[in-house]
RNA sequence: CGGGAUGUAGCGUAGCCCGGUUAUCGCGCCUGGUUUGGGACCAGGAGGUCGCAAGUUCGAAUCUUGCCAUCCCGACCA
């Protein structure tokens, strides 16, 4: 099973695959592109999204919910953005099924029940959210109106991936308006460092703060704001993006209020969003030949205890012991799962628990219970130490945070060794194939060049970094002058 | 939508080229027992429209045609 797992230097995507299902995060579903995300996925998306959900909150938003479905009309009406979208959206056309009078027992769709306007079931929900702002923007008092909703959304991808590129997600979205285009811009980039704080200190992955370039712009963005994370295999994975809207939407939707002056003002807009995408850059950004391997403070379960018994009489003695630290660590706040399954042998489960990424193992039988001590495995380094039972507690809580900042690290060291500056063309182009990562080299600022450049190399601008050094240079393919390189990589 | 591949039990597969008894093997599952410090063992058992449809044939998992689905590589994208 693990075993399966070493070849992935020779093929990623197959080695990702069978990680996400074989460790029973998810699974492809009935409906083609569309996953089906397992109990111990969904628990991951759970410890995600409350965390998120918190940080939000305390950055002054609430949360609501808008509809699924999306008149044509509404979603028409910001034309970038709709056009953005056009090629990837599902449309509800009837309302209403009926018999097959040609073949019984089959359903057929009802050719009178058919929508006087279609419903574009939503890809993003700046159009419904935007056609009910208006209602309920009129004076500088309803500003900022600041309000995120956790939803599903469907993309009609080509191609899809488990959690990186699926039809349907689940994702949060934050739409706020704001009385000036600074305070919405100061928004925007309040929200891209939430993201980038959440994704570093929770999920233990480096990032890189960046703009994108025009081209990379979400439709209808004035600005796009992002954060950049590096997988194992070299390429790059846009993990959060967060939007300056400026008064496009309320152009479009015609949101104007009253300022202090009377004067009717459109109002500034942001929208930002992170999906279950980041649950694949969590994986492929740590995980090894043995499985995942989750952050502490992400982790569904954080310790795993795997009773080793001998004989008919050792489980209630060692249940007992088990049941006292249980105790423990539940009062301090850490998940525990207990496996005393008699299914299965402990150098199962120990397999099984790598596999899961469960961060830490402890192992007790009846020699630990002799000699006052249990058996602890990390994750992360696999190394196994005894330690004592007094104490225990509170020693697996700093060792969950050492794992935390381990894998964080190592992450970073990764990360930091695969930016790389170049300023010859055949040097970037070799530096793609073979070290892989962000190249850093100087552009020419125009989007002729970067679509020869990704045309020629398959890698695109994944962004501007924010506060970037300016220097002098030549683009890397025009020569023509830049003032700051930018990173460029392949990317999911 | 182009290129490649694959569809046989819950999963992974053999058989197909060269048609011929009751479709192979492993994992998993169920029952009973023995076990348990790195993926246990014994005994018994359940589970199949061989992707779908038509054709060729005395006979099709195997040959022919059509269709469908999925995966991988592109184009497209969070």
Redesign the pocket.
């Known amino acids: 099973?693990?075993?399966e797992l070493t070849s992935r230097k020779e093929d990623y995507?197959?080695w990702y695959?069978d990680l996400v299902i074989k460790s029973g995060l998810a699974d492809?579903s009935a409906v083609?592109?569309c996953m089906v995300i397992k109990p111990y996925g969904y628990a991951l998306w759970e410890n995600i999204r409350d965390q998120l959900d918190k940080m939000f909150k305390e950055t002054g938003h609430v949360n609501a919910y808008f509809p699924l479905f999306v008149p044509k009309s509404l979603f028409e009406a910001e034309e970038k953005n709709a056009e953005?979208f056009a090629?990837?959206c599902a449309v509800v056309t009837h309302y209403r099924l009926k018999n097959n009078p040609d073949k019984p027992g089959k359903l057929m769709v009802d050719p009178e029940a058919k929508l006087e306007e279609e419903l574009v079931v939503r890809p993003t929900s700046e159009a419904i959210i935007w056609n009910t702002y208006k209602d309920w923007i009129q004076s500088y008092r309803d500003l900022p109106l600041l309000i995120n909703q956790w939803a599903n959304v469907v993309?009609w991808?080509?191609?899809?991936?488990l959690f990186?590129?699926?039809?349907e997600?689940l994702w949060q979205e934050g739409h706020t308006a704001h009385a000036t285009s600074a305070e919405a811009v100061e928004e925007t980039v309040k929200m891209v460092n939430v993201y980038a704080d959440f994704v570093e200190q929770f999920m233990a992955v480096p990032v890189v703060i960046g703009v994108k370039t025009e081209s990379?712009r979400?439709?209808g963005a004035e600005d796009t704001y992002c954060i950049e994370a590096l997988m194992q295999d070299g390429k790059a994975l846009?993990a959060g993006?967060s939007h300056f809207l400026g008064q496009n939407f309320a152009k479009a939707f015609d949101v104007q209020f009253l300022n202090k002056e009377n004067k009717k003002e459109f109002v500034w807009a942001t929208s930002w969003g992170v999906?279950?995408?980041l649950i694949g850059a969590l994986i492929m950004a740590h995980s090894d030949d043995?499985g995942l391997v989750l952050p502490p403070r992400l982790a569904p379960i954080q310790v795993v205890i795997v009773p080793?018994?001998?004989?008919?009489d050792s489980?209630p003695v060692i249940d007992d012991k088990a049941a006292v630290f249980i105790k423990q660590l539940k009062a301090l706040g850490i998940s525990v799962k207990f496996d005393d399954n008699?299914?299965?042998?402990?150098?199962?489960?120990?397999?099984?628990y790598?596999?899961k990424g469960v961060p830490v193992?402890i192992?007790?039988?009846?020699?630990?219970i002799e000699n006052n001590t249990?058996?602890v495995?990390r994750r992360d380094t696999?190394e196994?130490k005894i330690y004592s039972m007094d104490g225990l507690a509170e020693a697996i809580v700093l060792l969950l945070e050492d794992i935390q900042t381990n894998i964080y690290s190592q992450a970073k060291l990764y990360r930091d060794e695969h930016i790389t500056n170049a300023d010859q063309w055949d040097e970037f182009v070799k530096l793609l194939d073979e070290k892989t990562g962000f190249i850093a080299a100087h552009w020419d600022g125009t989007a002729e060049t970067e679509e020869k450049i990704k045309e020629a190399s398959?890698a695109t601008i994944r962004c501007i970094p924010l506060n970037n050094k300016q220097e002098e240079g030549k683009c890397i393919l025009t020569g023509k002058p830049s003032s700051q390189r930018v990173l460029f990589a392949r990317?999911?």
């Open positions: 099973m693990a075993k995507s197959q695959n492809y083609r592109g953005g090629k990837e993309r991808e080509m191609r899809t991936r990186l590129r699926t039809a997600f990379e979400f439709a846009q993006t999906s279950t995408r043995e080793v018994y001998k004989g008919p489980k008699d299914n299965n042998r402990p150098g199962w489960k120990f397999a099984e790598e596999l193992r192992a007790m039988g009846l020699r630990d249990v058996e495995a696999k196994k398959k990317a999911y």
